[in-house]
């Protein structure tokens, strides 16, 4: 499993990487990553949790935005311009939701601390909390790109944040907090048992921080090869497409990359203080060969 994991991160780096290059990979990649989601979760959580982590997500994820196209809340007026649609909005929006929440809720973990049956209550609501910055941070620098630029959505009263309002990053916090919040209560009381699930490795652990850096790392890649021009959102007001994405890259690297490498440090430290699987049982050798005598 751990081979298939890293070829599966591997076409998810390629994939990440190159998306703003050639088209039509969207779909390839939303696929890759569903993969990577489902086996690298099963392995750490159980097939069950794994899937009622995506269940809820999606439900959640489709339910506000439906709500939120229907009457403003709470991410603001807007509406999606590309189908085919679930209801009011893209299929496609979910299994974002869910592979880039997996990718923040793991990096929670790593900052905070893992959700298991039993945990404390630092953990079971501490790690949602820092989880959902993870994923506005995501947002903070792809809102503008895609909806003001690219018009796969649109807010129809505008905003601040080239054409996008502060209502928005309100509602993504509340949204993405919620789906968190659900699987962290499932995981505590429902979880698999400690005892029967493997510690994470550090290997297991770097593989969603590399594919949440990649996905910081593609918009880096727009701003050094999309067409510098002009563009009008939904209110007249007028945007330089030059400055949208380098204030993409700014949120990006103060934000998306800053989570990532505040957590390889932390995953850095915590395995250079925490004994291996070989001394930990070695240590435990010792000890009852100390009782037997």
């Known amino acids: 499993m751990s081979v298939v ?60 935005e439906n709500l939120s196209v229907l009457t403003g809340f709470p991410f ?62 995501w947002d903070l620098s792809m809102d503008p790109t895609f909806a003001t630029i690219q018009n796969f959505w649109i807010w129809e009263d505008g905003g601040g944040f080239f054409g996008v309002p502060l209502v928005n990053f309100l509602g993504w916090s509340l949204t993405t907090y919620v789906f968190m919040q659900l699987f962290a209560l499932y995981l505590r009381s429902f979880g698999p048992n400690p005892a029967a699930m493997p510690e994470p490795t550090t290997a297991s652990l770097v593989q969603p921080l590399l594919l949440y850096a990649a996905t910081a790392s593609a918009f880096v890649i727009t701003f050094l090869t999309r067409e510098r021009t002009t563009v009008t959102d939904a209110v007249g007001q007028t945007w330089r497409t030059g400055d949208i994405y380098e204030t993409s890259v700014i949120t990006t690297v103060y934000g998306m990359l800053f989570i990532t490498v505040l957590a390889a440090l932390n995953l850095a430290r915590r395995s250079a203080v925490e004994p291996t699987a070989d001394s930990r049982r070695a240590i435990q050798a010792r000890a009852s060969a100390g009782s037997s005598s």
């Open 5 to 64: 994991l890293w070829i599966i991160t591997g076409l998810v780096l390629i994939l990440q990487l190159t998306k703003n290059l050639a088209p039509g990979i969207g779909v390839p990649l939303l696929l890759a990553q569903a993969v990577f989601t489902l086996l690298h979760g099963s392995r750490r959580y159980g097939w069950r949790a794994i899937l009622v982590f995506s269940l809820v997500t999606l439900v959640v994820s489709n339910a506000i």
């Open 76 to 137: 603001g007026n807007y509406h999606y311009t590309q189908g085919p649609f679930l209801f009011l909005v893209p299929y496609m929006i979910g299994p974002a939701y869910v592979a880039t929440g997996y990718l923040a809720w793991t990096i929670a973990t790593v900052l905070v601390g893992e959700v298991r049956r039993g945990s404390s209550w630092l953990a079971t609501i501490g790690t949602p909390v820092v989880a959902s910055f993870a994923m506005v941070a």
